[in-house]
């Protein structure tokens, strides 16, 4: 049996979708066991005129267009269907909607089977995002609201026409299931987000005391802009009415295009696009204050890696198999959040205790060797 990895870009990409797309082509094999397609189209040099996106041929009625859409090429797919046959792939794992024109258009031209990997159950989670826009949240001048009808369509046609669906964790299995019974009957499975484990920098020792507060993540990504706005505007500030004068940083990929450095709290300290996230993480308290999102929470995951203790709301968790008081501490408003970083940052055996249980979890459940132990059979090399 031989297994491609289907996806829209560079398996290079970073953020969350490229992480995820690098983990399962390492678990599936590699290069000796694996092939990878990656769709890129320079249409604008190429065929712009005739290019299916921009004209009306292959939409279905009253379709506006979406990013979902942009990535489909049908020359592409011939090309695509020549390549599968050429190699004697029999599995070919879609990652991502932004695929779902080529998972549609895969169905029954090739005799492989098909899998769309899902990165999130993408209706529930624009729908929530859609209404924190209309309640006015922050950004939603700059990023607009996303058309729901769209994100159905194409999420209802990714999974009707595969013969399996991957999810990346239980809750989002138990979503599509209620939004999509048509598919109840396909094959699923949960295959989780991991990150890389390093080997601990002092085994068996106590967790130094945390030097920052750090947030990380993406700002183009909505959920993560408006939790980098509440760090900013409401955890910082309360840090320093209860005494706590510790540094607090954010950082992610063009933040210096979505928070302005002006006007920031005197502890406040902003990283846009550094080379990794990982030495501010380390030696810090991760603060993961999200309300929106879908999926499951890297972030939260490389925070655990790195043996940083962890304060997150319930959303900012969802998805992961934690316990609150054991893997990290909960908090929901700023004044709780300020109370958990001090307890962190006072007391060395509540942050050992979190930091050790939070590293043997990714370690069990998140980590390369689940993750292969997961896709077994996928690839020979898995």
């Known amino acids: 049996m031989r297994t491609a990895l289907l996806l829209v870009g560079s398996i290079d990409q970073p953020g969350g979708m490229g992480m995820r797309w690098r983990a399962l082509y390492e678990a599936m094999g590699g290069p000796a066991g694996c092939r990878l397609y990656e769709v890129v189209c ?37 090309r695509l269907v020549g390549r599968i046959a050429a190699d004697g792939v029999t599995t070919v794992v879609c990652s991502g909607l932004n695929t779902y024109r080529y998972v549609t258009g895969l169905a029954g031209r090739t005799g492989t089977r098909l899998v769309y990997d899902m990165h999130n159950a993408e209706l529930p989670l624009h729908r929530s995002i859609n209404a924190a826009m209309l309640a006015g949240a922050a950004g939603t001048v700059q990023y607009g609201p996303m058309p729901l009808d769209l994100v159905e369509f194409a999420e209802r046609a990714a999974l009707t026409a595969a013969d399996e669906i991957w999810t990346c964790s239980d809750r989002d299995l138990a979503d599509i299931a209620e939004l999509y019974p048509t598919a109840a009957a396909t094959p699923t499975r949960v295959v989780p987000n991991v990150v890389t484990v390093p080997a601990p920098p002092h085994p068996d020792g106590p967790a130094p005391a945390p030097r920052r507060v750090v947030f990380t993540g993406r700002m183009d990504y909505y959920p993560n802009l408006v939790a980098a706005r509440a760090v900013v505007d409401d955890l910082a500030p309360a840090l320093l009415a209860a005494g706590r004068t510790v540094p607090v940083v954010v950082c992610g990929a063009v933040l210096d295009e979505w928070i302005p450095a002006d006007g920031l709290p005197p502890t406040v300290r902003l990283v846009s696009d550094p080379p990794s996230t990982a030495p501010l993480v380390t030696g810090g308290v991760l603060v993961v204050p999200l ?3 879908g999926g499951s929470r890297l972030k939260i995951l490389e925070g655990f890696a790195l043996r940083a203790p962890v304060v997150s709301t319930a959303k900012g968790v ?7 008081g054991v893997h990290y501490l909960p908090a929901e408003t700023p004044a709780g ?3 958990a970083v001090g307890r962190v940052l006072d007391d060395e055996d509540l942050r050992t205790r979190l930091v050790e249980s939070a ?17 077994h059979g996928y690839s020979p090399d898995c």
Do not use: K, N, Q
């Open 42 to 78: 320079d249409r604008t040099t190429i065929c712009h005129d005739r290019c299916a996106v921009s004209g009306a041929a292959h939409r279905r009625p009253g379709h506006r267009g979406s990013y979902f859409d942009r990535p489909f090429c049908r020359g592409w797919l011939d």
């Open 291 to 293: 309300t929106l999102g």
């Open 318 to 324: 969802e998805g992961l198999d934690v316990t609150p």
């Open 337 to 339: 959040f300020a109370d």
């Open 359 to 375: 590293a043997h979890l990714v370690r069990d459940r998140y980590s390369m060797p689940a993750l292969r132990a997961c896709l």
